[in-house]
Nanobody
Framework: QVQLVESGGGLVQAGGSLRLSCTASGSISSINVMGWYRQAPGKQRELVAVITNDRSANYADSVKGRFTISRDNAKNTVNLQMVSLKPDDTAVYYC???????????????WGQGTQVTVSS
């Protein structure tokens, strides 16, 4: 099994910055894509940013130019640097890793427990 643990959420004023981190652990054979998703109250979970193992990144239009995703393949970590935060960024942020464990041949999407980000106006 693969476990994801997030950290770094919190309360920040509009215009402020936060950095989210996520570490994958367990019986990991390989991880191809890692990313961040978010879910605001009453809304569906949406993609924020994803990054492949060769560090090719994609972002939601709403965060382009403000958020930066990065990854350390050796440590199985993914980070999300968020600047110029807006109240609309308020949500629970979830880490995702498309990983293959040592006991399976297929990739499976694993999720963290989520971390709250609240941006006050």
């Amino acid at each position: 099994q693969v476990q994801l643990v997030e950290s770094g959420g919190g309360l920040v004023q509009a215009g402020g910055s936060l950095r989210l981190s996520c570490t994958a652990s367990g019986s990991i054979s390989s991880i191809n894509v890692m990313g961040w998703y978010r879910q605001a109250p009453g809304k569906q979970r949406e993609l924020v940013a994803v990054i492949t193992n060769d560090r090719s990144a994609n972002y939601a239009d709403s965060v382009k130019g403000r958020f930066t995703i990065s990854r350390d393949n050796a440590k199985n970590t993914v980070n999300l640097q968020m600047v110029s935060l807006k109240p609309d960024d308020t949500a629970v942020y979830y880490c995702n890793a498309n990983a293959r464990s040592t006991s399976t041949w297929y990739f499976y999407p694993y999720w963290g427990q989520g971390t709250q980000v609240t941006v006050s106006s």
